[in-house]
């Protein structure tokens, strides 16, 4: 577990001077825009969020109606939750906008169950289909998703049958590329994932997310939360080393067991041969197959 400290006034923390480091996830002070958390609070800001949108995928934003970071989702009591980095939605569209900081394989199942998270609760029990709106579901990694090369992976769908012709059910998947940033064809898009991927604001923009950041930064309730999530995060962790330890040590014991088992066995089935017992009677009464016994007759070496 991780040891939590008592400073001169009796306020639960870590220890200060470089504790957070060493407790394995980045200092506050120096948190980047690209972390989950400190994107989901900037982006918190409609202006901001909605101009973030404009600029990534070049469309209208309406009048933003509603943003909300870590909006959770969930379909049913059994079925597994989703929880959007960044939920908006505007008159015309609703749009979820994710920071991927690791590659985990998944991207296009992930994003395909959350085009139908955004769906189901788009709508209200008995509301006609046709009330759907139009949706976005944008990745900003900091990795390349497809290793193509790519700054921007813009999902299209077409009939296989007339190529070029577009299926449009106005369901939208881009995938951003952070570390291509320099091959972004437009300026804005360039910016945002340099600035994502580097700290490096290029433009009035970046430099107003740069601004935000800072802001971020000194709200010393945004801390308190960070911390608290970092540190159960943490703990988490450390239960799960713990507990897969413990199973790598049962899992150890188990087989050494049945290894100790089996030597016996076998040991036991050589005795009965050297006795003159057959194959068949010495597997029998040492519960070894058969074949295992001819094979110590003609000396094959012991299982491991």
Not at 133 to 147: A, G, H, N, Q, T
Request: aromatic fraction near 8%; include cysteine; charged fraction near 30%.
């Amino acid at each position: 577990m991780v040891r939590k400290a008592k400073d001169g006034r009796g306020k639960s923390g870590y220890e200060r001077s470089g504790q957070e480091r060493c407790a394995g996830f980045p200092a506050w002070e120096k948190l980047p825009l690209s972390n989950d958390f400190m994107f989901c609070r900037v982006m918190s800001d409609p202006a901001i969020c909605a101009e973030m949108i404009r600029r990534l995928l070049h469309i209208p934003v309406g009048r933003v109606e509603q943003v909300q970071p870590q909006k959770g989702v969930r379909i049913h009591a059994d079925a597994r939750g989703v929880r959007f980095d960044v939920y908006v939605r505007d008159a015309d569209r609703v749009y979820d906008v994710e920071i991927q900081v690791a590659d985990e394989g998944n991207l296009p199942l992930r994003a395909r169950y959350y085009q139908s998270a955004l769906d189901l609760d788009m709508l209200k029990a008995g509301e006609a289909v046709s009330r759907l709106k139009e949706s976005w579901i944008v990745f900003l990694c900091l990795f390349d998703p497809f290793r193509l090369g790519e700054a921007v992976y813009t999902v299209r769908k077409t009939f296989a049958e007339k190529e070029g012709t577009a299926y449009t059910d106005g369901t939208h998947t881009v995938f951003f590329n952070c570390r291509a940033h320099a091959s972004a064809v437009d300026a804005g898009v360039r910016n945002i994932l340099a600035y994502l991927a580097c700290g490096e604001a290029r433009d009035g923009f970046t430099a107003e997310l740069e601004r935000c950041v800072e802001q971020a930064r000194g709200n010393a309730a945004w801390r308190r939360e960070y911390m608290t999530l970092e540190m159960i995060k943490e703990e988490q962790r450390q239960i799960g080393i713990a507990i897969g330890e413990e199973r790598g040590i049962a899992i150890g014991e188990e087989r050494g067991i049945a290894i100790g088992e089996e030597r016996r066995a076998e040991q036991a089935a050589r005795n009965m041969l050297a006795e003159g017992f057959s194959a068949e009677d010495a597997a029998r009464l040492s519960g070894l197959a058969v074949e295992r016994v001819r094979g110590l007759a003609c000396g094959q070496p012991d299982k491991d």
